[in-house]
C-alpha cells in the first residue's frame, strides 16, 4: 500500500502529456506504475524498471524500463527495440530533454498530491491493522488528517471528538501531551487520563520541522509488539504525505489566487488571456472578519478551500481565493434561499476550539453574467462590507447581507463620496444643529430625522421617539426658528435631509 504515494500509472502520462510536446504510440500495461524520470545516455546504467526513461540516443541501447520516451526521427526503430510492455512515448526533434523531464515530474507530483488525502485514509488504516489499535494522523496544527475505521477497535472520547470536530479538543491535559511530543525524539507513551485512555505517539518531522504526528489507542501492553518500530517506521511515509498535502493545498491555492485576482482586478482581458468565461448565471461573494478577529491568514485558506471544493462539487464550478485579506468567491447563482444556507452551512461548520472561521459579515451580489461586471461587482460588495464595519458591534457568526437589500444605502454612500468636497453640504444647516445639540443637551437633529423618516407624519414621528405629538410639534417649532428652517420649501427639505443623511458616511 505503501507504493501508492510513489507512482503515476502509465496510461496517466498518455493523456497529462498528450500534443506536441509527448505523446504516446504505444500503451501496452494500463496500470503499469511509474514512479521516477531520469534522462538515459550512452554508457549510463541500467535504470530501475519502474522509471519513465527518456532516451537521448536509443540506438545505443534501451532500457527495460515501464515507459520511454524517444525522439521522432527515432520511433520506429524504438519501437521495433524495446520490450512489449514498455510504453513508449514521442517527441519532437527540437524538443529539449530537460523541458519533457519538468513535465513529466510535474505529472508525478499532481498524481501524487491528487491522492494524498486518500491514501492518508489508506496508510491510516494499515497502520491501524499492524499496531491493533485505533491511529490517526494530524497535521502541525493538530487537524486530523485521516483516521482509521477499522472495526471494533476501541476509541475514546478525546480520538471521537477528533475526528467529529477534524481537530483534536482543546484541554490542559493535552497540551501537556504536545509539549511533550515535540520534545520526544521516538515514540512518546501517554497513560490513562481523566478523559482519555492510554496511546502511543510519534511525531512527524522534516529535518528539524514539526509536520504533524501519529496516534494510536492503546498502550505497549495492549498493542501489538513491535508497535514503536512500526510507528518510527511508518513517520517517514506520513511525513511524504503531510508535505505534498501542504504542497499542493498551497499551489492550489496560489493557482486560484491568482485566477480570481486577474478576473476580479481586469476581468474582460484576463477572461480573453486565460482563456475563462462565467460558466452561467454567478454571484460575487465577499466575506469579511472585520479588524476585531485580528489575523486569520489560515482559517481564510481553509475558508476558500472549502468553498471552492464544495460549489465545484455540488453545482459543478465554482472558485475562491483570499484576495487582500479577504475572502471572494465566484459561485453560481443558485437562489437566495439555496444559497444563503449553503453558505450559512459552511461558515458554522465546526471548527478547532477557538476557531473563529464562522465570525465576519458575507455580501453577495447581484447575480452576474458577465465577466466585465466583476470589477463593479467587486467595489460594490468592498463598500458594503465598510459599511457594514463602520456601523460596528460584535461579528455574527453567518451574518449575510445582500446588495438588492442595501441598494439605496450603497448608492447614498457612492453620492457621500462623490460630494465629500461641496463646503457646503458638509458644514450646513445640518451641521449647525449637530453642533447645538452637543452644546446644550437638545434632540432637534433626531426630532428632524423622525419627522424625516415617517414622511413628515407628526404622529408617527413623535410615536418613534416615544413622546407626544404635542411635545414633538413644539420641538419641530423651536428648531425652525432656532436655525431659520423653511421646511415647506421642498428644496430645502431635500437638502437639509440629504446633509443629514450624507453626515452618516462621513
Known amino acids: 500500500m505503501i507504493e501508492t504515494f510513489r507512482g503515476a500509472p502509465v496510461e496517466e502520462f498518455g493523456v497529462a502529456l498528450g500534443g506536441a510536446a509527448l505523446h504516446p ?3 501496452s500495461e494500463p496500470g503499469a506504475i511509474v514512479r521516477g524520470v531520469i534522462i538515459h545516455g550512452p554508457g549510463d546504467p541500467e535504470p530501475d524498471p ?3 526513461a527518456l532516451c537521448t540516443t536509443p540506438e545505443a541501447g534501451i532500457p527495460s524500463c515501464v515507459a520511454i520516451a524517444v525522439r521522432e526521427s527515432q520511433a520506429a526503430k524504438a519501437m521495433v527495440g524495446a520490450r512489449q510492455e514498455t510504453a513508449v512515448f514521442v517527441a519532437p526533434d527540437d524538443a529539449r530533454w530537460s523541458d519533457i523531464y519538468d513535465r513529466v515530474k510535474l505529472v508525478l507530483r499532481d498524481s501524487f498530491g491528487q491522492l494524498a488525502a486518500h491514501d492518508a485514509f489508506q496508510l491510516a488504516d494499515a497502520l491501524a491493522a499492524a499496531l491493533g489499535g485505533a491511529v490517526a494522523i494530524e497535521d502541525a496544527s493538530r487537524r ?12 475514546d472520547d478525546v480520538r471521537r471528538q477528533g475526528i467529529l470536530d477534524r481537530a ?21 507513551e ?8 492510554a496511546r502511543l505517539a510519534v511525531a512527524v518531522r522534516a529535518g528539524d520541522e514539526p509536520l504533524g504526528s501519529i496516534w494510536v489507542v492503546g498502550s505497549r501492553e495492549t498493542l501489538n509488539p513491535g508497535a514503536d518500530e512500526i510507528l518510527r517506521r511508518s513517520a517517514e511515509v506520513v511525513a511524504t504525505c503531510l508535505a505534498h498535502q501542504d504542497h499542493f493545498a498551497s499551489s492550489g491555492r496560489r493557482t486560484r489566487g491568482h485566477l480570481v485576482r486577474q478576473l476580479l482586478d481586469r476581468p474582460e482581458s484576463a477572461g480573453r488571456a486565460l482563456g475563462y468565461a462565467l460558466p452561467g448565471p454567478t454571484v460575487l461573494v465577499a466575506f469579511s472578519r472585520g479588524e476585531q478577529d485580528g489575523d486569520h491568514e489560515l482559517l481564510d485558506a481553509r475558508l476558500s478551500d472549502v468553498l471552492s471544493l464544495q460549489s465545484q462539487r455540488f453545482q459543478g464550478y465554482g472558485l475562491a481565493a483570499v484576495i487582500d485579506g479577504r475572502v471572494y468567491a465566484l459561485l453560481p447563482d443558485t437562489g437566495r434561499v439555496r444559497l444563503d444556507a449553503q453558505l450559512r452551512a459552511v461558515l458554522s461548520r465546526r471548527a478547532p476550539a477557538g476557531d473563529q472561521t464562522g465570525k465576519g459579515t458575507i455580501a453577495v451580489s447581484d447575480p452576474v453574467d458577465r465577466l466585465e461586471d466583476l470589477s463593479r461587482t467587486r467595489r460594490q460588495l468592498d463598500r458594503l462590507l465598510a459599511l457594514r464595519a463602520r456601523i460596528g458591534g460584535e461579528a455574527i457568526p453567518g451574518d449575510i447581507v445582500h446588495v438588492d437589500d442595501e441598494r439605496d444605502t450603497l448608492l447614498l454612500s457612492e453620492v457621500a463620496d462623490a460630494t465629500c468636497d461641496i463646503e457646503a453640504l458638509q458644514s450646513g444647516t445640518a451641521l449647525r444643529i449637530t453642533e447645538y445639540d452637543g452644546e446644550h443637551d437638545t434632540a432637534y437633529l433626531a426630532t428632524l430625522r423622525a419627522w424625516f423618516d415617517a414622511g413628515g407624519d407628526v404622529a408617527a414621528a413623535a410615536a418613534r421617539l416615544h413622546v407626544h405629538a404635542n411635545t414633538f410639534r413644539y420641538r419641530m417649532g423651536r428648531a425652525s426658528a432656532l436655525f431659520g428652517l423653511r421646511l415647506d420649501q421642498p428644496d430645502e427639505r431635500l437638502l437639509l435631509h440629504l446633509q443629514m443623511r450624507l ?4
Not at 486530523?144 to 476509541?155: H, K, L, M, N
Not at 483534536?168 to 491535559?173: I, L, S, Y
Request: a negative charge; glycine letters at 8%.
Open 25 to 27: 504510440v504505444r500503451i
Open 50 to 52: 519502474d522509471q519513465f
Open 144 to 155: 486530523v488528517v485521516a483516521f482509521s475505521a477499522i472495526p471494533g477497535q476501541p476509541v
Open 168 to 188: 483534536v479538543p482543546e484541554h490542559v491535559e493535552r497540551e501537556a501531551w504536545y509539549a511533550r511530543l515535540w520534545r520526544s525524539t521516538g515514540v512518546a
Open 190 to 197: 501517554f497513560t490513562d487520563g481523566r478523559e482519555s485512555t
Open 503 to 506: 453626515a452618516d458616511f462621513g
